[in-house]
């Protein structure tokens, strides 16, 4: 019988307990703990999917650490998977590419380049811009590479929040933002998003407790549905009892700043982190500091929810 899934679901959990703001493993822990695991599992590990996301883990990790030769073996091991065939050949080459690339390794970059090139001459000018720049000083005939265009204001891209920084002991102050706009096609920034920004700004500390408040409510609930077992319970989902608590268990990733507008100022979303959903993250609605909706990542983005709660007061 193989011992496969169950080896890779230990790495799973590992993982998970490894992203989360309590660890103190360091990355090299990361990379023993995979490796002498991995070994112990069968071939039809290959097999797995998770597994195979696995692969493209340790191979990034060896990507940062600048050892080719590990990067390049957990490499092959990820060509080896049966999900690696889903893709053209081109397309793993030009992954292998980039890979090289990436660790330092050029010359076979080069290799890898050329081999998804000679099947799709196309492809690879459609990806990473540092790929194809340098793949295209090393072909007999350069194509003419299209300037990049001057991208127009940023809008704010990010938030600077040092109370929040302080609250969830963060190395940086400044949150991801976004301006979700009624038009793709017509960003116009208009006076009320900046309204928000600076009600934002000043008002961080009572934004966040009303959050933190909103979800020490529900939270509880949350705990029954996410059901974990007692072993697992203390690492992903503890029991809290004030707003203190969640200091340690998710960390704000983004801002949405909504095109919806009530009383000049507009709806706002958050985005956070987790421990206990990794996958779908915490999302909140708000309006000033009155929380419209908590739940998950995309409440922070549908712009539908505040829209909904403009129309109630209409």
Not at 43 to 51: G, L, P, S, T, V
Not at 93 to 107: A, I, S
Not at 126 to 149: D, G, I, S, V
Not at 301 to 307: G, H, V
Request: glycine share 4%.
């Amino acid at each position: 019988m193989s011992n496969a899934e169950s080896i890779i679901n230990v790495i799973d959990t590992f993982l998970d307990k490894f992203s989360l703001k309590t660890n103190k493993l360091t990355k090299q822990d990361l990379i023993s703990f995979i490796e002498e695991k991995w070994a112990e599992a069968d071939d039809e590990k290959y097999n797995i999917y998770q597994a195979y996301i696995i692969t493209g883990r340790m191979t990034n990790e060896y990507i940062w650490a600048k050892d080719f030769p590990n990067m390049k073996r957990w490499l092959d091991m990820n060509d080896r998977h049966s999900a690696s065939g889903r893709n053209e050949p081109y397309i793993r080459n030009y992954y292998k590419g980039q890979c090289c690339l990436e660790c330092g390794n050029e010359e076979k970059a080069l290799e890898y380049f050329n081999l998804c090139y000679n099947e799709n001459p196309d492809y690879i000018f459609t990806r990473a811009p540092f790929c194809y720049e340098f793949f295209n000083k090393h072909l007999e005939n350069p194509r003419e590479l299209p300037k990049q265009e001057e991208g127009q204001d940023d809008y704010f891209e990010w938030v600077e929040l040092e109370e929040w920084q302080s609250f969830f002991n963060e190395e940086e102050s400044e949150i991801q933002c976004e301006i979700l706009f009624d038009d793709d096609e017509e960003e116009e920034f208009r006076e009320e998003h900046e309204n928000g920004i600076e009600y934002l700004e000043n008002n961080q500390t009572e934004i966040l407790e009303s959050i933190l408040t909103e979800l020490l409510k529900v939270y509880p609930d949350w705990q029954k549905d996410y059901g974990y077992s007692e072993e697992d319970k203390p690492d992903f989902m503890p029991d809290v009892t004030t707003i203190k608590d969640f200091a340690n268990l998710i960390s704000p990733t983004s801002i949405y700043v909504t095109s919806v507008f009530k009383d000049d100022l507009p709806y706002i979303g958050f985005l956070f982190s987790c421990s206990w959903d990794s996958e779908h993250g915490l999302g909140v609605m708000t309006h000033k500091n009155r929380i419209v909706e908590i739940g998950g990542a995309d409440t922070a983005f549908l712009t539908w929810i505040a829209e909904k709660d403009n129309n109630k007061s209409k």
